[in-house]
């Protein structure tokens, strides 16, 4: 586990770094997806990963915040969160929310592929298991509602039937 940390942190300002430069963009997309465990073949039936601790949602922010603009980014980010980063769901929420808050690209830009099926799938996950909680904490009720209307803008009706349920 800390090996594989140590190792991954090494990585990350090299990732931010190439995601900066211009010029290498050619296979920015593909690097940002391996980084952030999107072009791994897990086990399907998997939901966790014992390398992922409540103590690495610090990583995930950081780089959702630093490399946020690019949409393999948004995609890797929703993937994980589906799957094996799904202990990290209620602090994804915020992530994918600041990335679209700080990228107005997004809306008229084309999305990685199934980046819409995973972010369609973890609001319907988090908002089935967090009424209670989304009705009460302002900010959290306002993130989930920046997805949303980002996921109503791209055309998704689940998106709307979330947003009257929360509103």
């Given at each position: 586990?800390?090996?594989f940390?140590?190792?991954?942190?090494?990585?990350?300002?090299?990732?931010?770094?190439?995601?900066?430069?211009?010029?290498?963009?050619?296979?920015?997309?593909?690097?940002?997806?391996?980084?952030?465990?999107?072009?791994?073949?897990?086990?399907?039936?998997?939901?966790?990963?014992?390398?992922?601790?409540?103590?690495?949602?610090?990583?995930?922010?950081?780089?959702?915040?630093?490399?946020?603009?690019?949409?393999?980014?948004?995609?890797?980010?929703?993937?994980?969160?589906?799957d094996?980063?799904?202990?990290?769901?209620?602090?994804?929420?915020?992530?994918?929310?600041?990335?679209?808050?700080?990228?107005?690209n997004?809306?008229?830009?084309?999305?990685?592929?199934?980046?819409?099926?995973?972010?369609?799938?973890?609001?319907?996950?988090?908002?089935?298991?967090?009424?209670?909680?989304?009705?009460?904490?302002?900010?959290?009720?306002?993130?989930?509602l920046?997805i949303?209307?980002?996921?109503?803008?791209?055309?998704?009706?689940?998106?709307?039937?979330?947003?009257?349920?929360?509103?």
């Amino acid at each position: 586990y800390d090996n594989f940390w140590l190792i991954w942190n090494t990585f990350k300002q090299k990732v931010i770094d190439i995601s900066k430069k211009e010029n290498n963009n050619w296979n920015v997309d593909k690097i940002i997806k391996s980084y952030l465990f999107a072009d791994i073949d897990w086990k399907e039936d998997a939901k966790e990963w014992h390398s992922f601790k409540v103590s690495n949602k610090r990583f995930f922010k950081e780089i959702s915040d630093k490399i946020g603009q690019y949409s393999s980014t948004l995609y890797s980010i929703s993937k994980l969160l589906n799957d094996r980063g799904s202990l990290y769901l209620e602090d994804g929420i915020r992530w994918i929310s600041d990335i679209l808050s700080c990228n107005e690209n997004y809306t008229d830009n084309e999305l990685e592929a199934n980046t819409m099926y995973y972010i369609e799938n973890l609001t319907r996950k988090f908002v089935f298991g967090n009424r209670e909680k989304i009705k009460m904490q302002k900010e959290l009720k306002d993130n989930l509602l920046i997805i949303l209307n980002f996921i109503i803008d791209k055309g998704s009706s689940v998106g709307y039937m979330f947003r009257e349920s929360i509103i």
